[in-house]
T-cell receptor
């Protein structure tokens, strides 16, 4: 079974500051890892994903995440926050094998960006 | 609009009624997934379907819930005899094939039970 823990249900940063959203996972097999963003009353939009290969993954809107196997982490970062980044962010994991379609999500982190 | 289309966006039902949620996958996608999001929770996998086949329904409640993806038309998530606890946002996602991540999500159906 897999699980995802997102530390901090609510993160607040100032515009222009570093964004760091934490995600730790548990998986008995090599994982696929994802970050999704959800704006109010909308569906989830993929920011980035890790399947295999390079452990530093770059996504849309200036976000990136690094897969650290030893720490079972996949933290999301952005060097400089923008007001438009305010949204809820979900980390998700699936197994890299036969059930890789079954995404397990964390509870989400609400990002607030202050002017 | 080439994205995943869900309707209705909002659905209100009284206890005991039936709820039908529809999902049209992205053009060219033949794999559909349903997820449920309870308040202040992440999405929970419910079911994975291909055309005319249920591949994995391990996340579906054993009673009152069913899903289909017919040869023609949208995928349907059906909830019979709804109860207050069914109130949630239901999201549909689609992909080109099960190994072709990522899944693309629709905007969801918000189901409210009176």
């Amino acid at each position: 079974a897999q699980s995802v823990t997102q530390l901090g249900s609510h993160v607040s940063v100032s515009e222009g500051a570093l964004v760091l959203l934490r995600c730790n996972y548990s998986s008995s097999v090599p994982p696929y890892l994802f970050w999704y963003v959800q704006y109010p009353n909308q569906g989830l939009q993929l920011l980035l994903k890790y399947t295999t290969g390079a452990t530093l993954v770059k996504g849309i809107n200036g976000f990136e995440a690094e897969f650290k196997k030893s720490e079972t982490s996949f933290h999301l970062t952005k060097p400089s926050a923008h007001m438009s980044d305010a949204a809820e962010y979900f980390c998700a994991v699936s197994d890299g094998g036969g059930s890789n379609y079954k995404l397990t999500f964390g509870k989400g982190t609400l990002l607030t960006v202050n002017p | 609009n080439a994205g995943v289309m869900q309707n209705p966006r909002h659905l209100v039902r009284r206890r005991g009624q039936e709820a039908r949620l529809r999902c049209s996958p992205m053009k060219g996608h033949s794999h559909v997934y349903w997820y449920r999001q309870l308040p202040e929770e992440g999405l929970k996998f419910m079911v994975y379907l291909q055309k005319e086949n249920i591949i994995d329904e391990s996340g579906m409640p054993k009673e009152r819930f069913s899903a289909e993806f017919p040869k023609e038309g949208p995928s349907i998530l059906r909830i019979q005899q709804v109860v207050r606890g069914d109130s949630a946002a239901y999201f549909c996602a689609s992909s080109g094939d099960r190994n072709n991540q990522p899944q693309h999500f629709g905007d969801g159906t918000r189901l409210s039970i009176l």
